[in-house]
């Protein structure tokens, strides 16, 4: 069980109380909704950031010639597609030219498809592939995986704890953890002026960009029932990841844990 948790049968969606099983559903539902303009709403809604905390998440994880990454709740691929690019940049330097490769897993069928139809991705066809599975019971095999990412997505998950122990299953002994998220703010002059961008603009950009504004409601509502950086470490802790480290992003915007598998 989580702290997000309360009883054994409710868990958040946003500010609500929902069993699991809903919460999945809801979940699944919300992005189902916001596939086909997912990836313009993360410029918009970030002014472009997104893209540099993703940089940071790969340089941290140090990708390297012939790794395979799992990137769990990936969405339309933005990690897995940096983790190829700056591991054969590594391999170059190297002269290593075992090719790395990458795996996008997602429970939603809408997301990969809009992931598989971006035009940038063709160049990867052969290296990256993408599976329809949930990050609670992910259909690969122990000990697989060189590196695993989860940005955006650990939040969604009705039982974190489930998913964390899946994440130690399936990456191999020394395989690193980036798990990168909203999180919350460090500098507190700037949280009133954050709160109003959250709950004023970003639903409202939803309802005109994505025809969705419930779906960007729950975005803000989840990421402050989201645990804060320390509780979470401590849960990577729990999971049995070790050596786990917390950088903030854009004061507590967002974070990255990172960790070991023993
Ligand atoms: C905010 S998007 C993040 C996508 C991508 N990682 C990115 O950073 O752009 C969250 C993703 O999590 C997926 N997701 C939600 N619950 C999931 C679960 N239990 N297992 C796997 N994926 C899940 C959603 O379908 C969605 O694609």
């Given at each position: 069980?989580?702290?997000?948790?309360?009883?054994?049968?409710?868990?958040?969606?946003?500010?609500?109380?929902?069993?699991?099983?809903?919460?999945?559903?809801?979940?699944?539902?919300?992005?189902?909704?916001?596939?086909?303009?997912?990836?313009?709403?993360?410029?918009?809604?970030?002014?472009?950031?997104?893209?540099?905390?993703?940089?940071?998440?790969?340089?941290?994880?140090?990708?390297?010639?012939?790794?395979?990454?799992?990137?769990?709740?990936?969405?339309?691929?933005?990690?897995?597609?940096?983790?190829?690019?700056?591991?054969?940049?590594?391999?170059?330097?190297?002269?290593?030219?075992?090719?790395?490769?990458?795996?996008?897993?997602?429970?939603?069928?809408?997301?990969?498809?809009?992931?598989?139809?971006?035009?940038?991705?063709?160049?990867?066809?052969?290296?990256?592939?993408?599976?329809?599975?949930?990050?609670?019971?992910?259909?690969?095999?122990?000990?697989?995986?060189?590196?695993?990412?989860?940005?955006?997505?650990?939040?969604?998950?009705?039982?974190?704890?489930?998913?964390?122990?899946?994440f130690r299953r399936?990456?191999?002994?020394?395989?690193?953890?980036?798990?990168?998220?909203?999180?919350?703010?460090?500098?507190?002059?700037?949280?009133?002026?954050?709160?109003?961008?959250?709950?004023?603009?970003?639903?409202?950009?939803?309802?005109?960009?994505?025809?969705d504004r419930e779906?960007?409601?729950?975005?803000?509502?989840?990421?402050?029932?989201?645990?804060?950086?320390?509780?979470?470490?401590?849960?990577?802790?729990?999971?049995?990841?070790?050596?786990?480290?917390?950088?903030?992003?854009?004061?507590?915007?967002?974070?990255?844990?990172?960790?070991?598998?023993?």
């Amino acid at each position: 069980m989580t702290d997000e948790i309360k009883t054994d049968k409710t868990v958040s969606f946003g500010f609500e109380e929902v069993s699991p099983e809903e919460k999945v559903s809801r979940v699944k539902g919300v992005f189902q909704s916001v596939a086909g303009r997912y990836d313009l709403m993360n410029d918009l809604m970030s002014a472009g950031v997104h893209r540099l905390w993703k940089h940071d998440t790969i340089a941290k994880l140090n990708p390297q010639a012939g790794e395979h990454l799992l990137d769990v709740a990936g969405g339309t691929g933005d990690l897995a597609k940096a983790f190829i690019d700056r591991a054969d940049r590594a391999g170059r330097r190297r002269r290593r030219d075992s090719q790395a490769q990458a795996t996008v897993c997602d429970i939603n069928e809408a997301m990969l498809n809009a992931g598989r139809a971006r035009r940038d991705m063709a160049a990867y066809e052969g290296r990256l592939d993408w599976v329809c599975g949930d990050a609670q019971a992910l259909p690969f095999e122990d000990k697989t995986f060189d590196a695993l990412s989860i940005a955006f997505g650990i939040r969604n998950v009705a039982d974190r704890a489930a998913a964390l122990s899946e994440f130690r299953r399936v990456l191999k002994p020394g395989g690193r953890l980036a798990v990168l998220e909203f999180s919350h703010m460090t500098a507190p002059a700037f949280q009133k002026l954050y709160d109003a961008y959250s709950f004023s603009v970003i639903p409202r950009l939803g309802e005109v960009i994505a025809s969705d504004r419930e779906s960007y409601q729950y975005l803000v509502e989840s990421i402050r029932r989201f645990p804060k950086q320390e509780a979470f470490r401590k849960e990577l802790d729990t999971a049995g990841f070790a050596a786990v480290s917390v950088t903030n992003f854009s004061g507590g915007i967002a974070a990255l844990h990172f960790g070991w598998a023993a």
